[in-house]
C-alpha cells in the first residue's frame, strides 16, 4: 500500500511542476496570449493530480477500512480504566534513521492490536511486505509493550504512518538533506482537498481571467502620465504557469517528510503567493501588498530558522519521524524532564543527549513563528487583507483555503515536538487573532476584505483548536474551512466579474436577482461558515468544526480556569463570525440596490465559472457530515498523535489537557452556546441588514470612536509604521546625513586634493618637460635653418666646396700629423 | 730611359686638376662631364703607376679597369640626364638646374 500512495502522490505533486514548466516556456511564444491551451494544460495537470490523490485517499480507506481511530465507545472505553490504559511510546518509529526506503528492511517496531489489520506501523512503504509485516509484529519482540496489552488499550493505537526517503540531496557530514515523504491519513486528506479546491478554482480561473486573453489588455487601476490608461499585453497564461507553480509547492509542503524540506516548500508557497499578489504588478497597491506579504512571512520565518537551527543543533536531524521519535514521554504523555528541567533526547543513532527544556520550547515557538507569518496571525496578521489585491482566484486558493492553512498544518504535523507551554502560546495567539479580524471583519465594506479577516479569523479558530488540545479539531477546521471559504471567494470573484470589478459592497445589493446561482451558494457558505444548524436535523460543515474547537476550548478551560478567555473569545466570535457573514451576504445580494448603474450592469458569470461553485457548495455544506462520527473527522483523527487522545494531566507548568472524554463530556454544552451565538449574530445581522428597522448609518455616527477604531484594523498599521517603519526611516536618516555631510566631505576633499595636485603637475609638466623638448626642436630648426643658404643649387660652385674641402683637409693632415 | 714615378703622378697631378677646373668653370653640362672624365683618368694613371712602380702588385690596374667600366657607365647616364634636361629646359647650362637649391 505504501508504495502504491507513495507514487500516487508523487503524480499528483510532480504534474503541476510540468505543467508549470510547460506553460512558462511555451506560454509566451509568439501570438498565443489569445489561446486558452496554457489553462486547460494546467486543469488537466491539477485534475489528474486530484484523481491520483483521491485513489490513494480511497486505497488508504479501504486498507483501513475507514474506521481508524476513536469512535464514541472508545472515548468511554479510555475513560473508564484510565489507570489501566496504557501509552506506547510516542513515536513507534525507532532510530536509526532510514536513509532509504528501499534499503531498510520491515521492522514493525509498534504492537499490533489483534483484532485490527490497520494498526501496524511500517518503517518502509514496501507494499508487497505489509503482510508480512502483520505477521512479524505478532512475533516481533514490542519495545514498549506486548500485543495483548496493547489489544486492551483503546488510545494508545500508534497512527499508520508510511515515511521514507525518495531522494538524498546531499550530506553534510552528519547533517542529511533529503527528499522525504510522510504520509498519513492528514497528508492524504490534505493532498484530496488542495487538488480538489486548486482544480475547481483552475475552471473558475479560466473564466475570470479571460479579459487577460488579448494582447492588448487596459489595465483601468493604472493611470499614466498622459491620463490614459495602460496597456500591456495580457498574461493569462503567467497566470496559470504561477497557480500551477503553486500547487506543486503546496503539495510539496503537505507530502514533505522532514521540517527543511517543509521549509524549503515553504518558501516555494511564499514565492508564488508574492508572485500572484502582485500580478497586476504595475499597479501600485498590488506591488506593495506583494512586498508587504513577502517580507512580512520572513519576519516568521526567521522564527522558523531559529527553530530549525535548535533543532539541527540538539536533534541532529529533521525528518518528522526521527524527530518524534526522540523526544521521550511518558505513559501519560508528558515530556520526561530530568532532575534539572532537562529532557534526555533518545537519538536516532542511539545515543541520548541532554537537552534543556527551555530550547524544546524555543524550538516550538520558532517553529510556530513560521507558522503565525504563513497564516497571518497575530501580530503579522496584517499582510493578508493587503494581498487581496491578487486576483481573486488567488485570493480562493492561496489566501485563504491552502498557503495560509499551511501554517496550521505544520502546527498540526509537528505537534509531537511542541511542549505544553507553547501550545499555550498557540492557543492564546488563535484566540487573539480570532476576536481581533473578526471585529474588523465586522466594519469592512470591501468584499473581499471581509472574507479576507474571516479567514484570519478562522485561521485563529484553527490554531485555537491546535492549541487547547484539539488536534484533530483544529485540522477538522482546515478542511472544512477550505471548502466553505473557497467556496465563498469564487462567490465573490463572480459578483466582482458580474459587477464589472466593483468591490465595494455600499455599492452593490439586490444582486440575487442578477445572479441567483452565485447568491444561493454564497448563501450555503455562509451558512456554513456560520455554524448554523437545526441540531439533529441538518447540519453544515462549520457548525461541526466549529463545535469540535469551542468544545475542546470548553474543555481546556474547565481543566485550566485561569485561562477563561480561551473559551470566551471564541464563544464571542462564533457570533460576530455569524453577523459579518450575513452582513455581507445582505449588503451584497438583498435588499434594494445601492446603485443603480452597477446593479444595471451586473450579470450571471458564464458556465465556467459557476460551475466550480455548483461543485464546492455541497462540498462546503456536507464535506462533514456526521461531526466527530462523520468520515472526514474519522480520517483525520486516525493520524492523531497517539497521546491527544487521553489528554494530559498536570504537566510541569500546572497545564491540564484535555483528552478526548473530556472533551466529549462538554460537547454539547459548547455546541449550545455556539449555536445560540451564531443564532443571535445572525437575527442581529438581519435586523440590522435584512429589515430597515434599524438605520445603519445612525448606529456608525453613535458608535464613531468603535466604529473608526475598527476601519483602522485596531491601528496595527500604524502601530506598525511607527514602532518599525518610522524608526528605520529616522535611522535611514541619520545615516543618510552621515553619508551627505560626513562620507561624502571625506570623498569630496579627498578629490579636491587630487584636483589641486594634478594642476601642479599640470603646470610642471607645460614649463618644464614640454620646455626641454621644445627647446632641442627649436634649436635643430634653427641649426638647419641657418646651414640652408650653402644649398645655392650652383654644381661649379659645389665642387668648388669639394675642392676647398679636400685641400682644406689636406692642409689640415699635413700640420696635424708632420712627416 | 725609364721614366720615374713622379713623372707619372705629375701627369696624373695635372689631368685632374685640369679636370678640377674644367668641372668649376664650364657651365655646359657636356663640359662639366668632360671634367670628370678627366678626374678620373688622372686618377687611374696614378693607381696604374703606383701598381707598377711599387710592390702592390695588380690590384691598382684592376682597380682601374672597375674606374673605366664605372666612368663609362656614369658617362652614360650623365649624358642620359644631360638630355633630359635640354628636353626640359632647352639649355644644358649646369647654373640653370637649380630648382633644388635650399
Keep these: 500500500m505504501g508504495d502504491t500512495l507513495k507514487t500516487l502522490l508523487m503524480i499528483a505533486w510532480l504534474l503541476p511542476l510540468f505543467g508549470f514548466a510547460v506553460e512558462i516556456l511555451w506560454g509566451p511564444r509568439g501570438d498565443r496570449r489569445t489561446t486558452r491551451w496554457p489553462a486547460w494544460m494546467a486543469v488537466a495537470c491539477i485534475g489528474s493530480g486530484f484523481l491520483c490523490s483521491l485513489s490513494a485517499l480511497l486505497i488508504w480507506g479501504s486498507g483501513t477500512d475507514w474506521a481508524v481511530l476513536q469512535s464514541h465507545d472508545s472515548h468511554d472505553a479510555g475513560h473508564a480504566a484510565p489507570s489501566d490504559t496504557h501509552h506506547e511510546g510516542v513515536e513507534p518509529q525507532e532510530h536509526p534513521a532510514h536513509e532509504s526506503a528501499q534499503q531498510n528492511p520491515i521492522r514493525p517496531t509498534a504492537p499490533v492490536r489483534a483484532n485490527d489489520a490497520a494498526r501496524w506501523h511500517l518503517t518502509t512503504a514496501a507494499d508487497g511486505h505489509a503482510s508480512d509485516a502483520h505477521q512479524n509484529a505478532h512475533t516481533a519482540a514490542g519495545h514498549t509493550d506486548s500485543p495483548s496489552d496493547s489489544a486492551a488499550s483503546s488510545h494508545g493505537q500508534v497512527p499508520l504512518v508510511y515515511h521514507g526517503t525518495i531522494y538524498r540531496l546531499a550530506a553534510f557530514g552528519s547533517l542529511i538533506l533529503s527528499i522525504d515523504y510522510y504520509i498519513d491519513s492528514l497528508t492524504l486528506v490534505m493532498f484530496t482537498m488542495v487538488t480538489l479546491i486548486a482544480t475547481c478554482i483552475h475552471l473558475f480561473a479560466i473564466g475570470y481571467m479571460s479579459d487577460e486573453l488579448t494582447d492588448e489588455y487596459v489595465d483601468h487601476f493604472v493611470h499614466t502620465s498622459d491620463g490614459g490608461h495602460l496597456h500591456r499585453q495580457g498574461r493569462f497564461y503567467r497566470f496559470f504557469a504561477f497557480l500551477s507553480l503553486f500547487c506543486f509547492s503546496m503539495l510539496g509542503l503537505v507530502l514533505a517528510g522532514n521540517i527543511f524540506q517543509v521549509f524549503i516548500f515553504w518558501e516555494l508557497v511564499g514565492i508564488c503567493s508574492y508572485l500572484l499578489i502582485g500580478f497586476y504588478t504595475e499597479r501600485h497597491s498590488a506591488s506593495t501588498a506583494a512586498n508587504k506579504a513577502f517580507i512580512m512571512n520572513r519576519v516568521g520565518d526567521f522564527g522558523f530558522l531559529i527553530g530549525l537551527m535548535v533543532i539541527w543543533t540538539w536533534f541532529g536531524t529533521f525528518q518528522f519521524s526521527d524527530l518524534f521519535a526522540s523526544l521521550p514521554r511518558d505513559d501519560a504523555g508528558r515530556v520526561v524532564t530530568g532532575e534539572y528541567g532537562e529532557v534526555a533526547l533518545a537519538l536516532p543513532d542511539g545515543s541520548s543527549k541532554q537537552i534543556p527544556y527551555t530550547l524544546l520550547v524555543v524550538a516550538g515557538l520558532g517553529v510556530f513563528a513560521g507558522c503565525i507569518g504563513k497564516s497571518a496571525q497575530f501580530p503579522l496578521q496584517t499582510w493578508l487583507p493587503d494581498a487581496m489585491e491578487g486576483p481573486t482566484p488567488v485570493s480562493a486558493l492561496v489566501h485563504s483555503a491552502t498557503m495560509v492553512a499551511a501554517g496550521v498544518y505544520l502546527t498540526g504535523r509537528f505537534y509531537p515536538m511542541f511542549v505544553p507551554e507553547v501550545l499555550l502560546v498557540i492557543a492564546y495567539i488563535g484566540a487573539v487573532t480570532l476576536f481581533l479580524a473578526a471585529t474588523i471583519a465586522v466594519v469592512a465594506t470591501d468584499i473581499k476584505k471581509v472574507l479576507a479577516y474571516s479567514t484570519i479569523s478562522q485561521l485563529g479558530y484553527m490554531v485555537l483548536g491546535l492549541g487547547v488540545f484539539g488536534w484533530a479539531a483544529g485540522l477538522f477546521h482546515l478542511i472544512t474551512h477550505a471548502f466553505f471559504k473557497s467556496l465563498m471567494f469564487l462567490c465573490s470573484g463572480s459578483v466582482i466579474h458580474g459587477c464589472h470589478h466593483e468591490q465595494e459592497m455600499t455599492r452593490m445589493g439586490g444582486l440575487r436577482h442578477r445572479m441567483p446561482i452565485t447568491a444561493f451558494t454564497m448563501l450555503v457558505g455562509v451558512i456554513a461558515i456560520a455554524g448554523l444548524s437545526i441540531p439533529g436535523l441538518i447540519a453544515f460543515s462549520g457548525y461541526h468544526s466549529k463545535d469540535a474547537i469551542v468544545a475542546t476550548a470548553l474543555a481546556f478551560i474547565q481543566a485550566n480556569p485561569g485561562h477563561f478567555l480561551l473559551f470566551l473569545l471564541p464563544l464571542l466570535t462564533a457570533g460576530i463570525t455569524a453577523f459579518y457573514m450575513f452582513r455581507l451576504w445582505f449588503m451584497t445580494f438583498a435588499g434594494e440596490p445601492r446603485d443603480a448603474h452597477v446593479y444595471d450592469h451586473a450579470h450571471e458569470s458564464p458556465w465556467i465559472m459557476t460551475l466550480p461553485l455548483l461543485i464546492l457548495a455541497p462540498l462546503a455544506a456536507f464535506c462533514a457530515t456526521g461531526g466527530e462520527d462523520g468520515l472526514l473527522y474519522r480520517l483525520l483523527a486516525g493520524s492523531e498523535p497517539n497521546y491527544v487522545a487521553a489528554g494530559v494531566s498536570s504537566t510541569a507548568s500546572g497545564l491540564t489537557l484535555p483528552g478526548h472524554h473530556a472533551i466529549h463530556e462538554v460537547h454539547s454544552t459548547a455546541g449550545t452556546w455556539a449555536l445560540v451565538a451564531a443564532i443571535a449574530g445572525t437575527l442581529l445581522a438581519w435586523v440590522l441588514y435584512g429589515t430597515k428597522a434599524v438605520r445603519v448609518e445612525d448606529m456608525k455616527r453613535q458608535m464613531a470612536g468603535l466604529h473608526r477604531f475598527l476601519t483602522h484594523k485596531w491601528y496595527f498599521d500604524e502601530l506598525y509604521d511607527a514602532l518599525f517603519v518610522q524608526p528605520v526611516h529616522q535611522v535611514a536618516r541619520f545615516f543618510a546625513w552621515i553619508d551627505r555631510t560626513l562620507i561624502d566631505g571625506i570623498v569630496h576633499f579627498a578629490a579636491r586634493l587630487t584636483v589641486l595636485a594634478s594642476r601642479w603637475d599640470r603646470l610642471f609638466d607645460e614649463l618644464f618637460i614640454d620646455g626641454l623638448v621644445n627647446l632641442v626642436g627649436r634649436a635643430t630648426f634653427s641649426v638647419g635653418r641657418s646651414f640652408h643658404v650653402v644649398q645655392t643649387g650652383r654644381l661649379r660652385q659645389y665642387v668648388m666646396f669639394i675642392v676647398v674641402g679636400v685641400v682644406a683637409l689636406f692642409a689640415v693632415l699635413f700640420t696635424t700629423f708632420p712627416r | ?102
Excluded: W
Aim: with cysteine.
Design chain 2, 1 to 102: 730611359m725609364q721614366p720615374s714615378l713622379s713623372g707619372y703622378l705629375l701627369i696624373g697631378a695635372v689631368l685632374f686638376t685640369c679636370g678640377v677646373v674644367c668641372m668649376a668653370t664650364r657651365r655646359n653640362a657636356i663640359g662639366v662631364l668632360m671634367g670628370v672624365e678627366l678626374v678620373l683618368n688622372g686618377a687611374n694613371v696614378n693607381l696604374v703607376a703606383f701598381s707598377r712602380y711599387t710592390t702592390l702588385g695588380i690590384d691598382g690596374q684592376i682597380y682601374s679597369l672597375f674606374i673605366i667600366v664605372l666612368a663609362a657607365a656614369e658617362a652614360a647616364l650623365a649624358l642620359a640626364i644631360a638630355l633630359n634636361f635640354y628636353n626640359n629646359h632647352l639649355t644644358i647650362d649646369v647654373d640653370k638646374a637649380s630648382s633644388l637649391k635650399g
